[in-house]
């Protein structure tokens, strides 16, 4: 059986400013787009594999954390685990709209995986509503033996979430 993957990365902020004084004239109105389309493959701007969750819940103080080198996933019948050595972009939406849950995204406490955020502790929120991109299509971010453990916590509330993570599986050509 062969595969193939074919992946955009895909951010858009709109903005519409209008004169407010009463002339009703549109005083700025733009967008700041990034669109990334992705071949099959492992080099530059090339990802092969891609693991996702739907509908995730974690009670408050709960918290998941995800091997980036051994994910499983149900699929057509059957268990496939997607081992990542990159990663290329990772999408985690908090779908919880009300109450003051929230996501804490990193500080996994052994094995860390600190790439996109600076430095080992570091973490990002994600609140109700809101969703967190981070992307890197060109290189990716190493998934390493001792740097695997994305962490994903609970705070404040339970938390009802999606994720999907965008990399590859084998080692580039260069």
Same mark, same amino acid.
């Given at each position: 059986?062969?595969?193939?993957?074919?992946?955009? $990365?895909?951010?858009?902020?709109?903005?519409?400013?209008? =004169?407010?004084?009463?002339?009703?004239?549109?005083?700025?109105?733009?967008?700041?787009? #990034?669109?990334?389309?992705?071949?099959?493959?492992?080099?530059?701007?090339? &990802?092969?594999?891609?693991? =996702? &969750?739907?509908?995730?819940?974690? &009670?408050?103080?709960? *918290?998941?954390?995800?091997?980036?080198?051994?994910?499983?996933?149900?699929?057509?019948?059957?268990? $496939?685990?997607?081992?990542?050595?990159?990663?290329?972009?990772?999408? $985690?939406?908090?779908?919880? *709209?009300?109450?003051?849950?929230? #996501?804490?995204?990193?500080?996994? @406490?052994? /094995?860390?995986?600190?790439?996109?955020?600076? @430095?080992?502790?570091?973490?990002?929120?994600?609140?109700?509503?809101?969703?967190? #991109?981070?992307?890197?299509?060109? =290189?990716?971010?190493?998934?390493?033996?001792?740097?695997?453990?994305?962490?994903? @916590?609970?705070?404040? =509330?339970?938390?009802?979430?999606?994720?999907?993570?965008?990399?590859?599986? *084998?080692? /580039?050509?260069?």
């Amino acid at each position: 059986m062969t595969t193939s993957l074919r992946s955009t $990365i895909h951010a858009e902020l709109g903005w519409t400013w209008r =004169d407010v004084a009463g002339s009703g004239l549109v005083t700025n109105s733009n967008r700041l787009r #990034l669109v990334q389309d992705l071949d099959d493959g492992h080099d530059e701007n090339q &990802a092969e594999a891609v693991w =996702d &969750a739907a509908d995730q819940t974690l &009670a408050v103080g709960g *918290s998941v954390t995800l091997e980036l080198d051994s994910l499983e996933r149900p699929i057509f019948g059957d268990t $496939i685990y997607v081992s990542l050595l990159k990663v290329k972009a990772i999408l $985690i939406v908090n779908k919880s *709209s009300g109450g003051s849950g929230y #996501l804490l995204v990193g500080g996994a @406490a052994a /094995d860390e995986w600190h790439a996109p955020f600076g @430095a080992a502790g570091d973490t990002v929120k994600v609140m109700p509503g809101a969703g967190l #991109l981070l992307s890197h299509p060109r =290189d990716g971010w190493s998934v390493e033996a001792d740097a695997n453990q994305l962490k994903i @916590a609970a705070v404040g =509330d339970a938390v009802l979430f999606d994720i999907a993570i965008l990399g590859t599986t *084998s080692a /580039d050509s260069s």
